[in-house]
C-alpha cells in the first residue's frame, strides 16, 4: 500500500457498505490525506459467547507492529507490504494468517 491514502465515506456510508452490526463511537472522521498512524475506522470479524460472528466497525493505528515488537515505533516503516510476498516476511507472516480487517481505503 502507498503512504498515503483517502477515507472518503461517513460512519454511516461504511455502516452500511460492509454490513457492519456493532459501530464503535468517535470513529475517526473522513480524511483527504491519512498518513501512517493516523486513526482510521477498520471492519472486524469477531464470534460473540454463542458463536454468532459479528462485523464491527471500530479505530484502529494505522500500520503494523509486529506481534514481537515491545514498542509500537519500529525501526523500519511496517506500513508498506506488498501482497505478493507480505505471507513470506517474517515482520507479516503471523498477521496475514489471523489478524485480518477491511481498511476502507481510495488509493
Do not use: H, Q
Not at 472486524?44 to 506481534?67: M, N, Y
Not at 515505533?73 to 505471507?87: G, L
Request: charged content about 30%; some cysteine; glycine content about 6%.
Amino acid at each position: 500500500m502507498c503512504g498515503r491514502f483517502v477515507v472518503a465515506r461517513a460512519t454511516a456510508d461504511l455502516v452500511r457498505l460492509f454490513g457492519v452490526k456493532e459501530a464503535a463511537e468517535n470513529l475517526p472522521e473522513p480524511g483527504w490525506n491519512i498518513k501512517p498512524t493516523t486513526r482510521v475506522p477498520v471492519v472486524l470479524e469477531s464470534a460473540k459467547g454463542d458463536g454468532e460472528t459479528v462485523r464491527r466497525l471500530e479505530p484502529a493505528r494505522w500500520s503494523l507492529t509486529p506481534s514481537y515488537s515491545k514498542e509500537l515505533k519500529t525501526k523500519f516503516a511496517t506500513f508498506n507490504a506488498r501482497a505478493e510476498t507480505a505471507a513470506e516476511k517474517a515482520t507479516f507472516r503471523g498477521s496475514v494468517k489471523s489478524k485480518r480487517a477491511i481498511l476502507p481505503a481510495y488509493l
